[in-house]
């Protein structure tokens, strides 16, 4: 059993099915079952299960893979340590950011990133979508009530949203000062499934459901703010949005007593835990969380 056999059988797994694994190392689907088929003989037991869809490691499959993940890591830890001598911190990191905090809080951090490590390659994607963790992205950035179990995650601290709506507006319609009155005004806030917003509200540990149908819906954060400030109605948005507003006089809140939540309370960093992690790869990891102001202990791991 060699080094290639057991990131073959890496491969398979990871990828869940012989087809994807064979595309991603440049294989035929066949060339790739035979091989699996002689390390099974060789290991003189079965290693993976078979369906049409999908393939799942035995427990000796899962042992082996384990170390097969190991051995591939330090060999690609140590193919960095030999190019990157004599030189500066050099390697690509693939980042997923949600679209309003991306734009509006984390575009300045990557930027000085960018600044102190020129020769990173920094792919940014900001974007909302469910399935983050995928091939070309090391570093998630999400608001959701708890990350999976299959992923380390650690805590960026928690998301305060607000009910808010600009001087104008309050003149004309006066602010919301129950959530049934909420229900009533027109609502700006962030893209919703379907029709209706499902807001969560706390107090204490009272909690308080109420569905809003939105009128001005949008995943681009500035348009929202835009929305607020020219008195189009009651914005439902994270309070980094209109922090400076807030701060000037601008914008008004309301329901303060209150705690908010429409898609979770709390902002997480996540990377997947068998991974092989490139310096540079960690260093953005110590640098979001520096810049977060929290230490770089995990807060979930599978």
């Known amino acids: 059993m060699d080094l290639q056999s057991l990131t073959l059988l890496v491969e398979i797994i990871d ?9 991603k190392l440049k294989m035929t689907r066949a060339n790739v079952s035979y091989h699996l ?20 490691p035995t427990e000796v499959g899962l042992r082996l893979y384990e170390h097969g993940l190991a051995i591939r890591n330090e060999v690609l830890a140590a ?8 030189q500066g911190l050099l390697g690509r990191v693939g980042i997923s950011v949600p679209s309003g905090y991306g734009q509006m809080v984390m575009s300045d951090w990557l930027i000085e990133f960018k600044r102190l490590y ?11 979508r469910a399935d983050h963790l995928r091939d070309e ?28 709506a600009s001087r104008a507006y309050v003149a004309e319609h006066g602010l919301p000062a129950t959530l049934y009155e909420l229900r009533n005004s027109p609502v700006i806030t962030a893209g919703v499934i379907g029709h209706q917003l499902r807001l969560s509200a706390y107090q204490g540990k009272e909690r308080q459901e109420v569905l809003l ?19 189009l109605g009651v914005g439902l948005v994270p309070d980094y949005v209109v922090q400076a507003e807030v701060a000037s006089g601008e914008v008004l809140l309301a329901l303060q007593e209150y705690r908010l ?30 810049k977060a102001g929290h230490g770089a202990s995990p807060v979930l791991t599978q």
Request: with cysteine; glycine share 8%; charged share 20%.
């Open 118 to 128: 020129p020769g990173i390659v920094l792919d940014v994607l900001f974007e909302n």
């Open 37 to 56: 088929t002689q390390l099974e003989k060789s290991a003189g037991v079965q290693l993976i299960r078979r369906s049409t869809r999908r393939v799942e």
């Open 79 to 86: 193919r960095e340590t030999v190019t990157s001598l004599g």
């Open 15 to 23: 990828s869940g099915n012989l087809s994807q694994a064979a595309r």
């Open 213 to 231: 149908e939105p009128t001005l819906i949008s995943e681009h954060f500035p348009f929202l703010r835009q929305g607020i400030l020219a008195g």
């Open 261 to 290: 939540s429409i898609f979770g309370s709390h902002m997480y960093l996540m990377y997947l835990p068998g991974r092989h992690q490139t310096r540079a790869v960690r260093t953005c990891i110590d640098f979001l969380m520096a």
């Open 137 to 164: 992205v090391d570093i998630v950035i999400r608001v959701i009530p708890e990350p999976p179990l299959s992923v380390i995650a650690r805590s960026l601290g928690p998301m305060r949203y607000v009910a808010c």
